[in-house]
Structures are given as C-alpha cells and as structure tokens.
C-alpha cells in the first residue's frame, strides 16, 4: 500500500525559509521520478519541483532559485528546501511520484504572511 507523508510546513514571513519533507512507502522508491505540488484556494494543483532517480532536479519558473529539492534513496524520502518565501507561496504542499500515484497524502500547509 503507498503511503506518502508529508511534514514541515508553517507560518513564515515574507522572506523567510522552510524545509519540506515527505516519506513514501510502498513502491521501489529508487527508481522513481518524484515530486513537490501545491494547490492554492480555488487554483488547481500545480508542481513546483520534481527529482529523477538520477537526482535531476527540475523546477517551475516561479520558484527557480529559491526552491531546492532533494531526495535521500536509503530513506525513501524528499525533501524541498524553500527560501525567500513570498505570499504568493502559501498553499498546501504535497509530494507524489512521477507519474502519480492516485491516493495523494495529507499535505502540509505553508503560509506566508506578507
């Protein structure tokens, strides 16, 4: 059964940094593409970061250089460090695999105060 859990989420201020992460379970972890999405009030989900088994990061233009993702194979996990956090950030953050897995996680809310 897959399983991905997601934690580290907050509020922060405009400027301010968070670390994300996410623990999956339930499938070879290793050889899978996976990523960070978040959804907004009233916007659809969107992906923001996404890593491939050869820890090739990819990132949308809205947070390329200020995102960073990683991922840590002996874990299972993956991790998306965010800095300078602008408002336009805030949304519930979720991981998945690439292509995705139909049951999403809980997510973890990030806020950003402006």
């Known amino acids: 059964q897959v399983r991905l859990v997601e934690s580290g989420g907050g509020l922060v201020q405009t400027g301010g940094s968070l670390r994300l992460s996410c623990a999956a379970s339930?499938?070879?972890?290793?050889?899978?593409?996976m990523g960070w999405y978040r959804q907004a009030p009233g916007n659809q989900r969107e992906l923001v970061a996404e890593?491939?088994?050869?820890?090739?990061?990819d990132y949308a233009d809205s947070v390329k250089g200020r995102f960073a993702i990683s991922r840590d194979n002996a874990k299972a996990t993956i991790s998306l460090q965010m800095n300078n956090l602008k408002p336009e950030d805030t949304a519930v953050y979720y991981c998945?695999?690439?292509?995705?897995?139909?049951?999403w996680g809980q997510g973890t809310q990030v806020t950003v105060s402006s």
């Open positions: 998945n695999r690439i292509p995705n897995e139909p049951n």
């Open positions: 339930g499938f070879v972890f290793d050889i899978n593409t």
């Open positions: 890593i491939s088994r050869y820890d090739t990061p």
